[in-house]
């Protein structure tokens, strides 16, 4: 029997800092889990890189259920306090477009500075480690795991979402808050790429690799980002930010020159360039495989622009304003990076993370109903929430 003031499940990145934390404040902290090795979505995460946080994390750029969830967490362990932090550790970091801090070498740097700091707090690690029971006592908690028994106060789920099973994700958090009575919101995989409907994907498959800025709306939300055809259907930031607020069988809706107006391009070039093939025309502003594809797909007549009608130049800059595409579903949990809904955050305290009504229970990080944008959202809200437990527990 080994006891612990506190046991953390899932060395993420939200349980390594939670760990962090309460072992910094003199409390007995191991963390158990269930794979070979810890911070495997870190590694992953940023194409190597880690996009650690974002300068401008505030509430707006998270989705859940209860909007001001959040806030607590979020602005009192700030972005800049986990940039003071990389900056002690000597880690060198860039921004790269919209307030997103990368690691200029790996994401192996933050790893490393998580499990020094877990070292310096004295939080000791165990992988390989599988729970296979939870029994509440009045001390707190009994664990029977693959390991040992352990004992411990306070018990903190930091075991994430169910995206990028092959990483490790498991329900498990889910069913450790069912089993104690906390409400679970259903859970859908997020910033995701689209798959496509045949048809759309036959045509569209041979812009494999092309990207392009776009704004993608969908039920009254909109993203300016680049947009990735892919032999599968539609991807990069434009799409992977859309896809955490689209339902099955929403169109999206795509300006795909957000710096133009079509109606203007057209306009000038009947009256500049008559005689120029709209294929001409439209690869002043487009990659000329994306032009051929989106005449193929509308059936527009690629006639010299003074013979199309004034009625045929509108439907052919209202769909390039305006291309409305259902997606046939997504690349679900497989590549999901984010997982939408979890522990419902009625629930939890947004000061503690503590479960309201089981003392010693936390949830932090993904397994909790709060999602970010893509964008280094997600890695704070690990930090925010883990910070906001590590005070307490
Ligand atoms: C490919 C990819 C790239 C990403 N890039 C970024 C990025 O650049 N910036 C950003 O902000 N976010 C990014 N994210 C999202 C980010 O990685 C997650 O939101 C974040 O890791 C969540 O932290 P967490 O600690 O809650 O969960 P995780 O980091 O997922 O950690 C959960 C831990 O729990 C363990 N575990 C799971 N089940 C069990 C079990 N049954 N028993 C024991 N242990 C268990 C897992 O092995 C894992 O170690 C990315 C995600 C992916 C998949």
Request: glycine fraction near 10%; aromatic fraction near 8%.
């Amino acid at each position: 029997m080994i006891k612990r003031d506190v046991i953390v499940i899932g060395a993420g990145a939200a349980g390594l800092f939670c760990a962090a934390q309460a072992g910094a404040r003199g409390r007995s902290v191991e963390v158990l889990d269930h794979a070979k090795k810890v911070g495997r979505k870190i590694l992953m995460s940023g194409g190597g890189r880690c996009n650690f946080t974002n300068m401008y994390a505030g509430p707006e750029n998270f989705i859940s259920e209860n909007a001001h969830f959040c806030k607590s967490a979020l602005s009192r362990y700030t972005p800049w306090d986990f940039i003071g932090l990389v900056a002690d550790y000597g880690i060198a970091y860039h921004e790269k477009t919209l307030g997103q801090l990368f690691c200029d070498d790996s994401a192996k740097d933050i790893v490393d500075l998580l499990l020094k700091e877990c070292e310096k707090a004295g939080a000791t690690i165990t992988t390989r480690c599988d729970i296979l029971s939870i029994e509440k006592t009045d001390t707190g908690f009994t664990l029977l795991t693959s390991i040992d028994e352990y004992q411990c106060e306070s018990l903190v789920i930091a075991t994430g979402g169910l995206s990028m099973p092959k990483l490790g994700a498991t329900p498990f958090g889910y069913k450790v808050a069912e089993q104690f009575g906390l409400n679970v919101l259903p859970t859908r995989a997020a910033l995701v790429p689209f798959t496509l409907h045949d048809k759309d994907k036959d045509t569209l498959a041979e812009l494999s690799g092309i990207a392009v800025d776009v704004y993608a709306s969908c039920n009254d939300t909109t993203f300016k980002e680049a947009m990735l055809f892919t032999h599968r259907g539609l991807s990069g930031p434009a799409m992977l930010q859309i896809s955490s607020y689209w339902d099955a069988g929403d169109a999206l809706s795509i300006n795909t020159l957000p710096n133009d107006d079509p109606h203007e391009l057209l306009k000038t070039a009947r009256s500049e360039t008559p005689d120029a093939l709209l294929a001409t025309c439209l690869n002043k502003v487009f990659p000329k495989r994306v032009v051929q594809s989106f005449i193929t797909l509308n059936a527009w007549r690629n006639l010299p622009v003074k013979q199309l009608s004034h009625g045929e130049c509108d439907a052919i800059a209202n769909a390039l304003e305006n291309w409305q595409i259902k997606p046939n579903g997504t690349e679900g949990y497989r590549t999901a990076e984010v997982t939408i809904g979890g522990v419902n955050t009625d629930e939890l305290s947004s000061k503690t993370m503590m479960a309201k009504n089981v003392e010693g229970l936390y949830f932090i990080g993904e397994v909790v109903d709060v999602t970010g944008w893509l964008g280094g959202f997600n890695f704070q809200w690990a930090w925010s929430s883990g910070w906001a437990a590590g005070q307490v527990v």
